[in-house]
């Protein structure tokens, strides 16, 4: 129970941190955060987290993660859905808590019609730049697949695994410099899921590609690296 609890708390505080700073933070004229910002904020709530509770559940905070740290040798397939319900729990009890303090402030309200409402991914036209289905999954496959590289390189028995964390964190930071404009990045479903069940309309009927695609990366990912890439002995 205490590794779901460090998934529920570590995917809550990605949620929380990252799209709470495109929500309340990204726009302010003259003073706000803008896109490097928000993918600054997300690469922190992964290192934070990473130190704060990596060490009780493997710091996943990540269903995609979870399948492709199983896809390359590092997790057991009997606890995949567990941890995937416990992220799933606490990335939509995050976009809720986010959703009361956006609601607060007068005006606000939520366009099931605009693209990246309430931080919600997409494509084609609910893409941030129009970008098509193909293109979006493409790019989230390939993001995620590097991503599932670099945790798996950063926590391999011959890294220096204190360092993990702040790889793993820049790894995030640097997805969204990409991909914020292609998709709004998500990388990872529950992420995805939490804020799309809150916007609803197309944003809720496009969140398959947004679990089909970071899923699929992250297992060629660690398929990658678990025969290509990891090394049996120290050379």
Not at 56 to 67: E, K, Q, R, T
Not at 202 to 229: D, R
Request: hydrophobic content about 55%; glycine content about 14%; charged content about 10%.
């Amino acid at each position: 129970m205490k590794k779901l609890f460090a998934e529920f708390f570590g995917t809550y505080w990605l949620v929380f941190g990252g799209c709470g700073s495109a929500l309340f933070a990204a726009g302010i004229p003259n003073l706000g955060i803008g896109f490097a910002g928000v993918a600054l904020a997300f690469g922190l709530t992964v290192l934070t987290m990473a130190y704060a509770v990596g060490h009780i559940s493997g710091g996943h905070f990540n269903p995609a993660v979870s399948f492709g740290l199983w896809a390359g040798g590092r997790f057991s397939a009997k606890d995949l859905v567990p941890y995937i319900i416990a992220q799933c729990v606490g990335a939509v009890a995050a976009a809720g808590t986010l959703y009361l303090i956006w609601t607060g402030k007068g005006g606000n309200a939520i366009d099931p019609m605009s693209a990246g409402a309430f931080a919600s991914n997409g494509y084609g036209d609910f893409s941030p730049e129009k970008y098509s289905m193909m293109a979006c999954f493409m790019a989230e496959f390939v993001l995620t697949m590097f991503f599932l590289i670099v945790i798996l390189g950063a926590t391999d028995k011959f890294a220096n695994g204190k360092f993990a964390g702040v790889a793993i964190g820049l790894a995030l930071t640097l997805i969204h410099l990409v991909s914020i404009p292609i998709t709004n990045t998500s990388v990872n479903p529950a992420r995805s899921l939490s804020q799309a069940l809150f916007v609803g309309g197309t944003p809720l009927s496009q969140v398959w590609l947004f679990w089909a695609a970071p899923i699929a990366g992250a297992l060629v990912g660690g398929l990658i690296y678990k025969n290509l890439l990891q090394q049996d002995s120290a050379e």
